[in-house]
């Protein structure tokens, strides 16, 4: 999913089975489509529940030593905490989001804060964060 996100071809994603829910009442389906399409640009966060890859042997072949930081961001309306995974350790943000991170970066083990005021909330395994609606952006060592 990141791969395709992150794909400068197109400024769309396609998605099968798209179910639409509010956050508020995230048990009650509003809106289900075979198919929907999506403008990348609108997308503030993508969640992923469940970490599911299709080809985890390739997925071992690629591993890079990474140093994990916590991360605090601002995307749009929510508030994402996590772990954020750098090829090397640098507490420059701006670094960071220029040269370290693509256009959708992964948070691991997140906590999405969807409403400030009554702190709803929702975990999820990964966050793939737009990085061009972060309007806040904190990491530590």
Do not use: W
């Not at 794909?7 to 075979?34: P, R």
């Not at 909330?121 to 530590?140: C, E, G, M, P, R």
């Amino acid at each position: 999913l990141q791969e395709v996100l992150n794909n400068s071809l197109t400024d769309f994603v396609h998605l099968d089975n798209a179910q639409i829910y509010t956050l508020a009442n995230q048990t009650e389906m509003l809106y289900a489509e075979k198919r929907a399409t999506i403008q990348k640009s609108q997308l503030q966060l993508i969640v992923i529940g469940e970490q599911k890859h299709e080809a985890p042997e390739k997925r071992q072949n690629y591993r890079v030593q990474k140093s994990f930081h916590e991360v605090f961001c601002v995307a749009g309306s929510y508030e994402v905490t996590g772990f954020l995974h750098l090829p090397r350790t640098t507490q420059d943000t701006i670094a960071i989001l220029a040269r370290e991170t693509k256009l959708f970066f992964p948070v691991t083990e997140s906590i999405v804060t969807y409403d400030v005021r009554s702190r709803s909330s929702l975990n999820a395994s990964v966050v793939l964060v737009n990085k061009s609606t972060v309007s806040l952006f904190q990491i530590s060592a």
